[in-house]
């Protein structure tokens, strides 16, 4: 029962930063695409969303919510993290000899 709680905690904050990186990525894009960037600028705003707060022009909200979704995507990658490491060590069967 406890292993399926985690597994859930997992899966929901797996889901938590898809979701962050999905929403970032909306706003970086926006912004490439009102500063009139080329392929790289949009590439950019895909792989690393969270760096457009650092663009010219970008407002200081703007930048305060993309500030906020990078932490929020931090902290869903560590509840990732933790959650798997207790899943794993919950259900570990030791080998038989």
């Known amino acids: 029962m ?3 709680l985690f597994w859930i905690t997992l899966v929901a904050g797996g889901a938590a930063a898809v979701v962050l990186w999905v929403l970032a990525a909306r706003v970086a894009v ?3 695409a009102s500063n ?3 392929f790289t600028a949009w590439s950019l705003a895909v792989l690393w969303p969270f760096g457009a707060r650092h663009a010219a022009g970008v ?3 703007t930048s305060a ?6 932490v ?4 869903a990658i560590l509840v990732v993290i933790a ?3 207790v899943y794993s060590n919950l259900t570990f069967v030791p080998p038989t000899r």
């Not at 929020?72 to 902290?75: A, H, K, L």
């Open 2 to 4: 406890l292993a399926e």
């Open 30 to 32: 926006t912004i490439a």
């Open 36 to 38: 009139g960037g080329g």
């Open 59 to 61: 407002s200081a909200e």
């Open 65 to 70: 919510s993309l500030n906020k979704m990078l």
């Open 72 to 75: 929020g995507f931090f902290i």
């Open 83 to 85: 959650s798997m490491a």
